[in-house]
């Protein structure tokens, strides 16, 4: 079995520094293969709130820990608009990571992170040719067993939270093509701050075999309808738990968990699952 932590949303500088030192101490306990952060290190990419997401990176990986990260929309500048333009994610190459779409092998999974955040739009997210150029060439060197699995900021699909409608990632029939032509598995976001996970069948009608992922914020103090939370995930052969650790009582718990395994060509939740400890 594999293991993924999925944050997302941190937020340094709008973040609390409790929730900051409970993900530390969960993720030291889960044991992880690999931590996948889906973008939104910084609430104004300001390069203070740039160090604190760096000592926070620096911390894991002291500690052992593997990361993979993306940027999102929240870390170009917004009103800087001089950098925001000519250099929009300089700080974030400076502190986070200088690879905007990293990947990550490891047993049985394939992990690769996308790049969505733009200068253009300010809360939205795109994906350009170039980029699914990319994903079919780094998934067609991957073993075809592998469990291939997107990370991005921006949902590919669009999704119900609560009464609206989160926008689906610009350009999507590009997405979606490289996602079913590359033998994706599951898809990674944030961006909404709501937790979720469902198959892609049940978002759009053309979508192949998928699974749909989304982390809530792990540590901003910022939320929509839900407490801040992440997630894990236990892949094996064929099937996947996805569990949210949410915050209750002063620290991460893991409050709801779904097995799914792929079958008829799309996959299937199991009921019941137990949460990942």
């Known amino acids: 079995m594999t293991r993924l932590v999925h944050l997302s949303d941190l937020h340094f500088g709008a973040h609390d520094e ?10 030291d306990v889960l044991k992880p ?23 926070f990176l620096e911390g894991l990986r002291e500690r052992g820990h593997e990361v993979l990260g993306v940027p999102g929309n929240h870390d170009v500048p917004l009103y800087d608009v001089l950098r925001r333009f000519l250099s929009p994610l300089a700080r974030y190459r400076r502190f986070i ?24 739009t300010f809360k939205d997210g795109r994906i350009n ?9 780094t998934f067609a060197r991957t073993p075809t067993e592998a469990m291939r699995v997107i990370v991005t900021h921006h949902p590919l699909f669009a ?25 994706v598995d599951m898809v990674l976001a944030g961006h909404a701050h709501h937790a979720s996970s469902q198959d892609a069948g049940d978002l759009v009608t053309r979508s192949g075999g998928v699974l749909v992922v989304q982390a809530g914020t792990a540590t901003s103090t910022r939320v929509r309808e839900q407490e801040q939370s992440f997630n894990t995930i236990d892949i094996a052969e064929r099937s996947a ?3 949210v650790h949410a ?31």
């Not at 889906?38 to 997401?53: H, I, M, P, V």
């Not at 040719?129 to 060439?137: N, P, S, T």
């Not at 999704?159 to 033998?183: F, M, N, W, Y």
């Open 18 to 27: 409790r929730l900051v030192e409970a993900v530390d101490r969960q993720v």
């Open 33 to 55: 293969d690999l931590i996948v952060i889906s973008g939104d290190f910084t609430q104004r990419a300001k390069t203070e709130q740039f160090r604190d997401a760096c000592k």
């Open 97 to 120: 990571d200088e690879t905007l779409c990293p990947f990550v092998e490891l047993p049985g999974v394939a992990v690769l992170g996308i790049n969505t955040a733009r200068s253009l």
């Open 129 to 137: 040719k170039d980029q699914v150029a990319f994903i079919r060439e």
């Open 159 to 183: 999704l119900k939270v609560g009464g609206e409608t989160e926008r689906a990632i610009g350009r999507q029939e590009l997405a979606l093509d490289a996602v079913e032509e590359s033998g």
């Open 241 to 243: 738990t996805i569990t």
């Open 247 to 277: 915050w209750k009582s002063g620290e991460f718990k893991p409050t709801d968990a779904q097995r799914y395994e792929w079958r008829d060509g799309r996959w299937r939740i199991l009921q019941p699952a137990e949460p990942a400890q």
